[in-house]
């Protein structure tokens, strides 16, 4: 008997054991009620990262706290916790919690939505092909709508997001364009369809350039050139070009065109900035615009015709910039043999001239050298002011020193106070021994 009551005294004693310690497991164990109280708590955030990474915690509660860092736009301790799972407890997390993250999707605060984005974001990332391309396929859905109010919500803004799509974001940048009605939500699409940088994209996007600028001839709208200016196909540029050239079509949307034409320039349009530039009857806008856009297609096609107008005095400078920016330290011998120095200079013509010799090197320097012996003085001046950019310290010791003492006046070059060659030569001597030296090429670029 006394050994039944000892034996019934044991069970008990076992069953309060078990009861106590289930009881103080449940304590201690982490549920979504505990999420959501540290939520609301100092460090709780924290906590919460830190059950999210343990496996020990059950999967549901885990989704649960993945949800909640997410919705508290705690995206770096987010990171870090996954950081610290195994590679297939971390997928098996993503896989468990996509549909709960799909959700946030559907709730009207677009902070909450921004949230779901930046998180799939970050997923693009894991080496999972099954996991990025789910991701994916949900971020392109998300932008496909109400893209004006998405573009730059949560951290990361749509340029950052749909650039890492590259090709796949194709459709969803033509859908957007399509829906925006306003021209800076159509700017930015073009802005991102520019930095993708990809045919694929640009084609998509200028089918639909292509259809609104039929439907448009001749009344276009100032917005789409707007928009034009930074991603287009061929198609678009040759249709842009036929515009600029009907005169039929009104003036003013005619040069902004044509302005459109100078962003992205293309030698599709050379003929047509090349037919506009050499009629001197032409209206001088078109012409500035067409050299200007010769210039920066910078193709050697021009120098046939360019060299001719360098003693045109309205285009001058213009064609000067072309023909340096296209031929380099090749150019300069036919600006200055073709620029007329006998006519009046003034204080812009050598500011031109210095703005446009900056942009050589120093294998410019003995062309300029040569024109130090120029009869005219204008020729001489802007020998010298080249030179102040792209000739050495022996040039200038062997060369420039010998002028000090010419007492020739650069006229116009102080404006109405006059200013001898001698003063231009030492100022220019003392700018290139302030300089200081060029490092010498790496091998790479010597080659």
């Given at each position: 008997m006394h050994e039944r009551r000892l034996f019934m005294c044991s069970r008990m004693m076992l069953a309060a054991i078990a009861v106590l310690f289930a009881w103080i497991v449940s304590g201690c164990a982490v549920t979504q009620d505990k999420i959501d109280t540290w939520a609301d708590s100092v460090g709780g955030e924290a906590r919460i990262a830190e059950a999210v990474a343990d496996p020990g915690v059950d999967m549901p509660v885990r989704v649960y706290g993945m949800i909640k860092l997410i919705k508290i736009e705690q995206f770096d301790l987010l990171v870090s916790s996954m950081k610290k799972m195994e590679q297939a407890q971390r997928l098996l997390l993503i896989k468990n919690s996509a549909s709960d993250i799909g959700k946030l999707f559907q709730v009207p605060d677009i902070k909450v939505q921004a949230a779901a984005k930046d998180t799939l974001f970050l997923f693009l990332s894991m080496e999972n092909k099954a996991v990025q391309d789910s991701s994916k396929a949900m971020l392109l859905n998300w932008y496909k709508t109400n893209f004006k109010d998405?573009?730059?919500?949560?951290?990361?803004?749509?340029?950052?997001?749909?650039?890492?799509?590259?090709?796949?974001?194709?459709?969803?940048?033509?859908?957007?364009?399509?829906d925006s009605k306003d021209t800076q939500t159509r700017v930015k699409i073009a802005k991102i369809v520019e930095s993708i940088a990809s045919p694929k994209v640009v084609e998509k996007v200028s089918d639909l350039f292509v259809?609104?600028?039929?439907?448009?001839?001749?009344?276009?709208d100032p917005g789409l050139l707007q928009v034009l200016c930074f991603a287009r196909d061929d198609r678009v540029t040759q249709m842009l070009n036929h515009y600029v050239v009907n005169k039929d079509n009104p003036y003013k949307l005619r040069l902004e065109a044509?302005?459109?034409?100078?962003?992205?320039?293309?030698?599709?349009?050379?003929?047509?900035?090349?037919?506009?530039?050499?009629d001197k009857r032409g209206d001088m806008d078109f012409r500035a615009y067409s050299v200007d856009l010769i210039k920066k297609i910078g193709d050697r096609e021009a120098l046939k015709y360019l060299p001719a107008f360098l003693k045109e005095e309205a285009v001058k400078w213009a064609t000067s910039g072309a023909i340096l920016k296209i031929d380099g330290a090749n150019g300069v011998d036919t600006v200055l043999k073709g620029i007329n120095p006998k006519v009046k200079f003034v204080r812009d013509d050598y500011d031109i001239a210095r703005r446009q010799f900056k942009e050589l090197g120093p294998d410019a320097a003995p062309v300029f050298e040569k024109y130090l012996k120029a009869k005219h003085v204008p020729l001489v001046a802007m020998a010298l002011i080249g030179l102040q950019y792209t000739g050495d310290k022996a040039l200038a010791e062997k060369s420039i020193k010998p002028l000090f003492e010419d007492k020739r006046d650069v006229k116009g070059y102080m404006y109405d106070k006059p200013y001898a060659l001698g003063q231009l030569a030492k100022a220019v001597y003392g700018a290139i021994q302030k300089r200081p030296p060029q490092k010498p090429a790496k091998a790479e670029e010597r080659k």
């Open positions: 998405k573009y730059g919500a949560g951290r990361y803004s749509a340029s950052n997001v749909l650039k890492e799509m590259g090709d796949d974001a194709a459709d969803t940048l033509a859908q957007a364009m399509k259809t609104w600028l039929n439907e448009q001839t001749p009344n276009l044509m302005n459109t034409l100078t962003f992205h320039p293309s030698k599709l349009s050379l003929p047509m900035a090349i037919k506009l530039f050499i």
